[in-house]
């Protein structure tokens, strides 16, 4: 999808998604769209690189970013949105938390709980 319609319907959805979920203790996030990590990670529009994630949640900046590039849907969109969203949520340190103790990316528990929340995808289209 083009950048401007990842926009216009995270936009449309975003509202919903924080009333389903409930706000955080930081200020919502804003969304932001890229074409890929790269682009988002070094201000570079050229920029590309081996990873593919769909979105990102920037806790330090307060920010969802979303990336066009492997954003083919509006499933996928809502996906990567309520995913980084459930990352907002979690409290500061979780994930690193989990990894100390010897959790991987496959079974953080921060991790599957953001998995689990984007089934609900369905609810915002
Ligand atoms: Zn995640």
Redesign the pocket.
Known sequence: MDKQEILDIANEAYPKIVKYFGKGKKAIPEIKVYRNVFVDLTGDEDAEGEDTPSGRYDRDAGKISLYSDYIPDKEELLRALI?EYT?YKQPDGLDTQYYDQGYTYQNNPA?LE?IRAEEKWHLFA
Do not use: D, G, R
Request: charge should be negative; charged fraction near 25%.
């Open positions: 995913h990352h991790e953001a």
